[in-house]
């Protein structure tokens, strides 16, 4: 790789700059960093100059925490177009780097998001076509890629992160593209007679004749998944574009043009099971140590202060350990600690750091503290979402962006490297239960109901002083129930259909009827193993839209810009080629990192059960949140607004306070929708 052999030069705040040769003698290539919202319209009638501008300032404008240094329009009246954009400059001011950007020959027009990692390198080979550059930025790179191979091609050779809206005014043709695991979001629909698009919806309410209309099929998606999957929004009319597709529309066809794919996870996939690593365990932990440093050093180069998120689990302490094995410097990680003992992972987290000599920052939030995020909630997810793990999420980039301004995350580990206890259990509880008759298994799930999951929790929690560590578990009784549920299903997909489901009714909630995932119920997953069909599936849908979400909004709402090194599409391909046992082995997932992992941090600091990033929302629903709880699902609110059934709403509530079940993660889904209903009014 091109990018290994230019010379590093190191900076004081742990960064990486590289050096260049340039015209007159030794060049510093400085890269213009953006942390970005993008934002436009399309009016498919013509506009004024004026119109135009005022509505994409108003939509740009309102994603300001994207990017609160510096804001650009660009307008073309005649075609009816203006693109808007919001920029944090990380380095350099100077309008060089400022969007939207017009190509070279005047052709093309772009507002994007993100990072190109591989910029210097299609750069020298752009420059060798005859390229010439007036800036150093990465945007300039993405333009002139675009004049030399076109927006298809293009998108194929960038190694990155990204959201682009590609204007092309000779053909009269706008091009949407989103990078490959949906790191960075992109919006889009028709409002009246015009194109919108965004990075988030908020942007939307710019435009004078947006007027949304939820979406009962996304809502009772949202419902089961706690979150609306692509390419569904909760609004009628407006699309998430899907992971590593791009859209090119003209005024002729509007958006009726079907998204089209320029990199696929499930074609990876099926690429890998013909073309298996055939090599031994050593040389594929060889192999995967190089290239996670490959990814790993392409996303340590910036010109600010760069650190890491460290929990203390596999994958942030994997990509801190192979920071730290680059850097002069000590790198600096960040880690969110919590008063209740079962929540909190900032002692092994702080363990790992000592060992590997970062410089470490570690905060013990109150619970006051955690609550007094959940109001700023709505306005930051801007669609229903609710991962109770967001909170902490938050509370991190708040914490990180004290000190940096780039922070790298593991995102991405768990699905790539079999991860989930749930890869693990499931193909192994399916094999003896489809030998049973399907009308025994139906009468065992009915019989088989756990008595007061809290009740439950307390008996198997005086066993675990027994029990090997990575055997105990936070919520054991939670975990039991789901396998009792489990015997119900009619396929290996039908299990894992059960395991991502919160609600498994909406409609018995809610006044829905559910539309097909899709890709959960359409039979996209064409691959021979279960295990293999359920990470490829939390690729295509967990992954984005709750993980990298999760990360996205809590990060630029802080602005800082985050980096996903597992989510290089390289080190994907690798690991997808690793056989099954390489990942998951002796009912243990993600064998290979921790492998890895033991080159540089000893194992007692690592080898322990999965706990997740969560907060204790079980017991603040009956503590401090409860007057909140309450006026949310209050009765006739819930008549009154018309989305919920308020009768089956409070029976979960009522069997909650009362400690007859766990329902806080159903709840939550409840509750964050009623909070988002408020936000937008």
Same mark, same amino acid.
């Given at each position: 790789?091109?990018?290994?052999?230019?010379?590093?030069?190191?900076?004081?705040?742990?960064?990486?700059?590289?050096?260049?040769?340039?015209? @007159?003698?030794?060049?510093?290539?400085?890269?213009?960093?953006?942390?970005?919202?993008?934002?436009?319209?399309?009016?498919?009638?013509?506009?004024?100059?004026?119109?135009?501008?005022?509505?994409?300032?108003?939509?740009?404008?309102?994603?300001?925490?994207?990017?609160?240094?510096?804001?650009?329009?660009?307008?073309?009246?005649?075609?009816?177009?203006?693109?808007?954009?919001?920029?944090?400059?990380?380095?350099?001011?100077?309008?060089?780097?400022?969007?939207?950007?017009?190509?070279?020959?005047?052709?093309?027009?772009?507002?994007?998001?993100?990072? #190109?990692?591989?910029?210097?390198?299609?750069?020298?080979?752009?420059?060798?076509?005859?390229?010439?550059?007036?800036?150093?930025?990465?945007?300039?790179?993405?333009?002139?890629?675009?004049?030399?191979?076109?927006?298809?091609?293009?998108?194929?050779?960038?190694?990155?992160?990204?959201?682009?809206?590609?204007?092309?005014?000779?053909?009269?043709?706008?091009?949407?593209?989103?990078?490959?695991?949906?790191?960075?979001?992109?919006?889009?629909?028709?409002?009246?007679?015009?194109?919108?698009?965004?990075?988030?919806?908020?942007?939307?309410?710019?435009?004078?004749?947006?007027?949304?209309?939820?979406?009962?099929?996304?809502?009772?998606?949202?419902?089961?998944?706690?979150?609306?999957?692509?390419?569904?929004?909760?609004?009628?009319? %407006?699309?998430?574009?899907?992971?590593?597709?791009?859209?090119?529309?003209?005024?002729?066809?509007? %958006?009726?043009?079907?998204?089209?794919?320029?990199?696929?996870?499930?074609?990876?996939?099926?690429?890998?099971?013909?073309?298996?690593?055939?090599?031994?365990?050593?040389?594929?932990?060889?192999?995967?140590?190089?290239?996670? @440093?490959?990814?790993?050093?392409?996303?340590? #180069?910036?010109?600010?202060?760069?650190?890491?998120?460290?929990?203390?689990?596999?994958?942030?302490?994997?990509?801190?350990?192979?920071?730290?094995?680059?850097?002069?410097?000590?790198?600096?990680?960040?880690?969110?600690?919590?008063?209740?003992?079962?929540?909190?992972?900032? +002692?092994?987290?702080?363990?790992?750091?000592?060992?590997?000599?970062?410089?470490?920052?570690?905060?013990?939030?109150?619970?006051?503290?955690?609550?007094?995020?959940?109001?700023?909630?709505?306005?930051?997810?801007?669609?229903?979402?609710?991962?109770?793990?967001?909170?902490?999420?938050?509370?991190?980039?708040?914490?990180?962006?004290?000190?940096?301004?780039?922070?790298?995350?593991?995102?991405?580990?768990?699905?790539?490297?079999?991860?989930?206890?749930?890869?693990?259990?499931?193909?192994?509880?399916?094999?003896?239960?489809?030998?049973?008759?399907?009308?025994?298994?139906?009468?065992?799930?009915?019989?088989?109901?756990?008595?007061?999951?809290? #009740?439950?929790?307390?008996?198997?929690?005086?066993?675990? +002083?027994?029990?090997?560590?990575?055997?105990?578990?936070?919520?054991?009784?939670?975990?039991?129930?789901?396998?009792?549920?489990?015997?119900?299903?009619?396929?290996?997909?039908?299990?894992?259909?059960?395991?991502?489901?919160?609600?498994?009714?909406?409609?018995?909630?809610?006044?829905?009827?559910?539309?097909?995932?899709?890709?959960?119920?359409?039979?996209?997953?064409?691959?021979?193993?279960?295990?293999?069909?359920?990470?490829?599936?939390? +690729?295509?849908?967990?992954?984005?839209?709750?993980?990298?979400?999760?990360?996205?909004?809590?990060?630029?709402?802080?602005?800082?810009?985050?980096?996903?090194?597992?989510?290089?599409?390289?080190?994907?391909?690798?690991?997808?080629?690793?056989?099954?046992?390489?990942?998951?082995?002796?009912?243990?997932?993600?064998? #290979?990192?921790?492998?890895?992992?033991?080159?540089?941090?000893?194992?007692?600091?690592?080898?322990?059960?999965?706990?997740?990033?969560?907060?204790?929302?079980?017991?603040?629903?009956?503590?401090?949140?409860?007057?909140?709880?309450?006026?949310?699902?209050?009765?006739?609110?819930?008549?009154?607004?018309?989305?919920?059934?308020?009768?089956?709403?409070?029976?979960?509530?009522?069997?909650?306070?009362?400690?007859?079940?766990?329902?806080?993660?159903?709840?939550?889904?409840?509750?964050?929708?009623?909070?988002?209903?408020?936000?937008? +009014?």
């Amino acid at each position: 790789m091109e990018h290994a052999e230019r010379a590093f030069v190191e900076q004081s705040d742990g960064s990486i700059h590289r050096d260049g040769v340039g015209r @007159r003698g030794v060049l510093r290539l400085r890269r213009i960093d953006d942390m970005c919202g993008i934002a436009g319209i399309w009016s498919f009638r013509g506009g004024t100059h004026a119109e135009l501008s005022a509505t994409a300032q108003r939509m740009a404008t309102a994603l300001a925490h994207r990017g609160p240094d510096d804001a650009g329009v660009w307008v073309d009246p005649s075609a009816g177009i203006a693109l808007g954009h919001r920029r944090l400059s990380i380095v350099d001011l100077s309008p060089l780097g400022h969007q939207p950007m017009t190509s070279a020959s005047g052709r093309f027009v772009l507002t994007y998001n993100g990072e #190109i990692y591989n910029f210097e390198s299609l750069r020298s080979e752009l420059a060798g076509r005859g390229h010439t550059f007036r800036g150093h930025s990465d945007t300039e790179v993405l333009l002139a890629a675009v004049e030399e191979w076109g927006a298809s091609a293009a998108l194929q050779r960038f190694n990155g992160m990204f959201a682009i809206a590609l204007w092309d005014a000779r053909d009269r043709a706008l091009t949407l593209a989103r990078d490959r695991f949906g790191e960075k979001p992109l919006y889009y629909g028709l409002s009246g007679d015009s194109l919108l698009f965004a990075s988030e919806l908020k942007a939307f309410r710019g435009h004078s004749s947006f007027r949304p209309r939820i979406d009962r099929s996304s809502l009772a998606q949202y419902l089961r998944y706690a979150y609306v999957p692509t390419p569904r929004t909760i609004f009628e009319g %407006v699309r998430k574009l899907r992971p590593g597709a791009s859209i090119r529309i003209t005024d002729k066809d509007g %958006v009726a043009q079907t998204p089209q794919s320029f990199w696929s996870l499930v074609a990876v996939a099926q690429r890998a099971e013909d073309h298996r690593f055939g090599g031994s365990d050593e040389e594929a932990i060889a192999e995967l140590d190089e290239t996670l @440093r490959r990814s790993i050093r392409l996303r340590m #180069i910036a010109d600010v202060p760069l650190g890491a998120f460290l929990s203390g689990g596999i994958d942030s302490s994997t990509v801190v350990a192979l920071m730290q094995a680059q850097s002069l410097r000590p790198v600096k990680t960040f880690t969110i600690g919590f008063h209740e003992a079962a929540y909190n992972e900032a +002692g092994w987290a702080k363990a790992v750091a000592a060992h590997l000599g970062t410089d470490h920052t570690e905060l013990y939030v109150t619970p006051d503290e955690t609550r007094a995020v959940i109001p700023r909630l709505p306005a930051m997810y801007d669609e229903p979402f609710a991962d109770a793990s967001q909170i902490p999420t938050f509370l991190v980039s708040q914490l990180a962006r004290r000190d940096v301004t780039v922070a790298l995350s593991g995102d991405g580990g768990d699905e790539l490297f079999g991860g989930y206890t749930r890869y693990a259990w499931a193909p192994t509880l399916w094999r003896p239960l489809s030998r049973v008759p399907a009308w025994a298994r139906d009468w065992a799930a009915g019989v088989l109901r756990l008595p007061s999951p809290g #009740i439950v929790d307390r008996a198997l929690q005086r066993i675990d +002083g027994f029990l090997p560590e990575r055997l105990r578990q936070r919520t054991p009784a939670e975990k039991l129930q789901k396998a009792i549920d489990l015997l119900g299903a009619k396929s290996q997909d039908d299990v894992y259909f059960h395991l991502v489901s919160t609600w498994r009714d909406p409609s018995a909630i809610a006044r829905v009827q559910e539309a097909p995932h899709e890709v959960l119920q359409n039979g996209a997953l064409p691959l021979r193993s279960f295990t293999e069909r359920m990470m490829c599936a939390d +690729g295509m849908t967990y992954l984005p839209d709750d993980i990298l979400v999760k990360l996205d909004r809590a990060a630029m709402s802080v602005h800082l810009e985050s980096r996903a090194p597992m989510l290089d599409h390289d080190l994907a391909d690798f690991a997808w080629r690793l056989p099954t046992d390489m990942k998951i082995r002796a009912g243990a997932g993600k064998w #290979i990192l921790r492998e890895v992992l033991a080159r540089y941090v000893p194992r007692a600091l690592f080898e322990r059960p999965k706990a997740g990033f969560g907060v204790p929302v079980g017991p603040w629903l009956r503590g401090p949140l409860r007057g909140w709880a309450e006026a949310c699902l209050a009765q006739d609110r819930l008549r009154r607004e018309g989305y919920l059934e308020p009768t089956a709403i409070r029976e979960t509530w009522a069997a909650h306070l009362a400690g007859r079940t766990d329902a806080s993660f159903r709840l939550w889904i409840i509750l964050m929708f009623q909070a988002w209903l408020e936000e937008w +009014g």
